[in-house]
């Protein structure tokens, strides 16, 4: 059994988009962790990384912060599955290189099909009002039990939020996310960031959280906002909330904390929900 240490570097061998020699065409592999059907983090990271790598050296300062460009947003869709075990191409478009933002365009091929489709935007960071909502009052990781995913992001889930009287929940799932040293790439962290961004679990469904094989879960759109420059590893709390299920779909949103309250990422995303005729697999599964 590898241990945690090592499914990191797997996780970012697989994270980090490779050049092809064709100006703005990159490729990553399509890691067989999940199924068949590659975890759409690893599509959403995929790409942003290859914007990354699109932009000119010169352009990004040490920190992607102090004085160069840095991410501050990605949208994207979700075309068609990519299927895992097949490397996937993405190809990026300069759309504007602007004094304070930059604008990529980034499409993941895969078999000679678009399967997702992404704009990212970078940009400088200016002086200007310092708000922001405060991290929930939540017990610390060191005071909440393991939950037993042996991958290589270590998981402190502290479950959904009480149910209220009128059988709604304030967050659907509250986590911890427990990462090992990733060196000092700024454009590491970001995409690592972005991975971590779909590590939703079943929080878009709260009437089934704890419910796996009742429904096609599949993501529709994804988009994530990079507020601060920030380190992936160390200790990352999440808190999601599930705003509205109907029409077979589901609209949630996100809010990734440091574990000192800085708040450094949003996340909007919409997924399809829809019922399937199988009984549920109860999660964790039972040993």
């Known amino acids: 059994m590898p241990t945690r240490a090592e499914m990191m570097r797997e996780l970012v061998d697989a994270l980090v988009t490779r050049p092809t020699g064709e100006e703005g065409v990159f490729t990553a592999p399509s890691p067989d962790w999940f199924g068949p059907r590659l975890f759409g983090g690893f599509v959403v990271a995929q790409a942003l990384n290859a914007t990354i790598n699109?932009?000119?050296?010169d352009s990004l300062s040490a920190d992607m912060g102090a004085g160069g460009l840095?991410?501050?947003?990605?949208?994207?869709?979700?075309?068609?599955p990519v299927e895992t075990g097949r490397d996937s191409e993405l190809r990026v478009e300069h759309v504007?290189?602007?004094?304070?933002?930059?604008?990529?365009r980034v499409t993941t091929v895969q078999g000679g099909k678009e399967a997702f489709v992404a704009t990212a935007s970078f940009c400088l960071d200016?002086?200007?009002?310092?708000?922001?909502?405060?991290?929930?009052?939540?017990?610390?990781?060191?005071?909440?039990?393991p939950s037993g995913f042996d991958g290589p992001v270590e998981m402190r889930d502290l479950g959904?939020?009480?149910?209220?009287?009128?059988?709604?929940?304030?967050?659907?799932?509250?986590?911890?996310?427990?990462?090992?040293?990733?060196g000092d790439d700024p454009g590491l962290h970001a995409t690592v960031l972005a991975y971590l961004s779909d590590m939703t679990g079943t929080s878009f469904r709260p009437l089934s959280l704890g419910d796996w094989g009742a429904h096609t879960d599949a993501s529709l759109d994804h988009a994530v906002w990079f507020h601060r420059p920030a380190r992936a590893d160390g200790w990352l709390f999440y808190?999601?909330?599930?705003l509205i299920n109907t029409g077979g779909r589901s609209t949630e949103r996100g809010e990734l904390y440091t574990s000192d309250g800085q708040l450094v990422l949003s996340l909007a995303q919409e997924l399809l929900i829809r019922p399937i005729d199988t009984l549920p697999t109860p999660w964790p599964p039972t040993p």
């Open 239 to 242: 808190d999601l909330h599930a």
């Open 126 to 145: 200016e002086a200007g009002d310092e708000y922001q909502a405060a991290l929930p009052d939540v017990p610390g990781p060191d005071d909440v039990e």
């Open 54 to 57: 699109s932009l000119s050296a």
């Open 70 to 80: 840095r991410p501050h947003s990605l949208h994207g869709y979700f075309l068609r």
């Open 160 to 182: 959904a939020t009480p149910v209220r009287a009128d059988g709604t929940m304030e967050s659907t799932r509250r986590v911890w996310f427990g990462v090992d040293p990733l």
């Open 96 to 104: 504007r290189d602007g004094r304070t933002f930059t604008t990529r």
